[in-house]
Nanobody, 124 residues
Framework: QVQLVESGGGLAQAGGSLRLSCAASGRTFSRLSMGWFRQAPGKDREFVAAISWSGGLIYYTDSVKGRFTISRDNAKNTVYLQMNSLKPVDTAVYYC?????????????????WGQGTQVTVSS
């Protein structure tokens, strides 16, 4: 079992920044690919970013490329999502997820473990 705890959400103005963190426990973190997903009210959960075991493979959905950066610190068992140039459309609950594949994936069905989510609200 893997436990994931997100933090760092909150309220930001458009153009501002937030950094989300996700602390993992219960399994060797360096053997987990990690992803961030988000879900806005009335919408399906969507992929945001993912990072492979080593951090050598990184994926982003097009709408966040150039604005968001995913990274990981295997010594701290933590994955981060740095969010810059925030827009109101980024408002959602953001979820951290863990996958045992080496490369990581954008497919939420492939993730085995999920955090409880953290709210991000961007005002215009």
């Amino acid at each position: 079992q893997v436990q994931l705890v997100e933090s760092g959400g909150g309220l930001a103005q458009a153009g501002g920044s937030l950094r989300l963190s996700c602390a993992a426990s219960g399994r060797t973190f360096s053997r987990l690919s990690m992803g961030w997903f988000r879900q806005a009210p009335g919408k399906d959960r969507e992929f945001v970013a993912a990072i492979s075991w080593s951090g050598g493979l990184i994926y982003y959905t097009d709408s966040v490329k150039g604005r968001f950066t995913i990274s990981r610190d295997n010594a701290k068992n933590t994955v981060y999502l740095q969010m810059n140039s925030l827009k109101p459309v980024d408002t959602a609950v953001y979820y951290c997820a863990a996958d045992t594949s080496v490369t990581g994936t954008h497919d939420p069905a492939k993730y085995d473990y999920w955090g409880q989510g953290t709210q991000v609200t961007v005002s215009s």
